[in-house]
């Protein structure tokens, strides 16, 4: 570690993680109820909520983490207020068991009420279903870290990364301010809930995603020009494709119909980032002299474009020509696509930062045949093919969903559609368990590290 | 890069060796993306042009490419064809099976030409698994 105030990104890697796994634990419960609807002690709707708001979170608490470990090095000087980034953690955290033990302990109504959402009403919409007061909290910590990092780079050396970096956190901050925003025309509402959602999936998050990587792959390769040559036309793309691509998110919710031309045609270029970035991994690789020893980190880092291709930029494609999603929109075929597409995109990049950066905030020796290694890059393939193959349950069970609910005059009842759908729920299920064998590894492997290594 | 001076003689004349490579991974790629079948030709119509045989890396990469290519061909639209004429078109079943052949096999495939043009713009050979030539 160069930087001392790097250290900071540690609390924020662990919690990631432990959110991480108890995101997975409760997707098994809502793969359960798919299949067995009586489970006591917490409904489907709730079991959705946690899994789905975890996600956002604990990507973010990685983010963060991230930040706080690249931003010193590529600025070359100390954090700008290290003692902030570790109040913001502590709130950021008190937020996140707050609103979970919310919607577990309380009927959603009754949190509502008592988190004063009669008098500012924001709560609702999904992935958006937090107490407004928990989301002015969110918006602190989100301007707060902004706030730092952003004094950090203005301070120090500017690089491409750290530059792109920034743009992305900064964006992500002003994006929210879209949360508060909860118009009573309900094709407005919708507007503007899919600008913050996508603006940041695919958008600023998008940016994040790439500035890390680029990171990576600078630190594996050792070639800063070529890693920054690459990362200009990636961004180029990103942002060229983005604001209009997102379109696809307005064909059915009452805009005027050019949106689903607009939507259809940019849409289908936004593959190409991904396109570029899986190029961009491996001609750097063979470009350079690659003596990099943690394997793990090479594996994570060199497979999270190809799995972006495939789940983001192959699954979205499926499904976003306005003709194709006018028969997929909302199916099994959305999940299937926002699952691999999350887990490729961004829980991999977290995942690969983790694993670059723990062992070194640890003061670990890194050693490329170690068991621990060994453990961790059984974890990749544990949870890298069971959420392949969890995809591909879903996409089959979505596109036998699009055949019997909206291809057909006689559409069978929505009951014996599930119930169509029964087998490939289960093989989800068993995905998923897998999936999660695969985190409780990954978990495992960061205490093998410290009896097996010891410290330097 | 050293292959950068390396011009070719036969066939088409005054193109860098590592250029004629990305050319046909490009080619290869532009097949299975947007120009199906024209970009084909085109690569047809290099593949016979260039010396094939050559050993430099502009010879590897045309003659994997045209192979693979046509492996493609027979991958994306022979198997699907006899698929969907000898299964039942009114079955669920069939559009589950053929859709996800064509999208996971589509996916290897343009994945596999990433990989080719990578190694192209280093500069590097490239096999494709399975489907390239082994020389």
Redesign the interface.
Known sequence: MLYPSQAVAKPYFIAAIALFAVQVLFGLIIGIQYVMINIPFITFATAKLIHTNLLIIWLLFGFMGAAYYIIPEESEQELYNPKLAVQLFWIFLALTIITTLGYLLLPYATFAKITGNQFFPTMGREYLEQPTIIKLGLFAVLCGFSYNIAMTVLHGRKTMINLLLLVGIVGSTIVFVFAFYNSSNLVLAKYYRWWLLHFWLEGTWELIMEAILAYVIFKITGDRAIVEKWLYIIVAVTLTTTVLGIGHHYYWIGVPEYWQWVGTIFSVFELLPF?FM??FV??VV??TKCQYSNNAVKLWALSTP?MA??GAG?LGF?HTLAPVNYYSHGTQITSAHGHLAFYSTYVMIVLTMISYAMPILRDHKVINDGIAQKFEILAFWLMTVAMSLMA?FI??AG??QV??QRATDLALPFIEIQN?MVVMFWLREIGGVVFFIGVIIYITNFFMVKKEYGTR | MEQDNVFINQGISEIPDRKMAIIAESLYLLNLLILPGLAFLALVWLFIKYDNASTRISGCHLRQTFSASIWVGLLLVLVTWVMLSTMNHDSPYTWMIVISYFVICHSVLVLLGIMGLAKALAGKKFHYPIIGPSS
């Open positions: 396109f899986v190029l491996f001609n063979n470009c190809i291709f495939l192959v499926l591909l996409a089959i596109i036998m055949y019997v169509s």
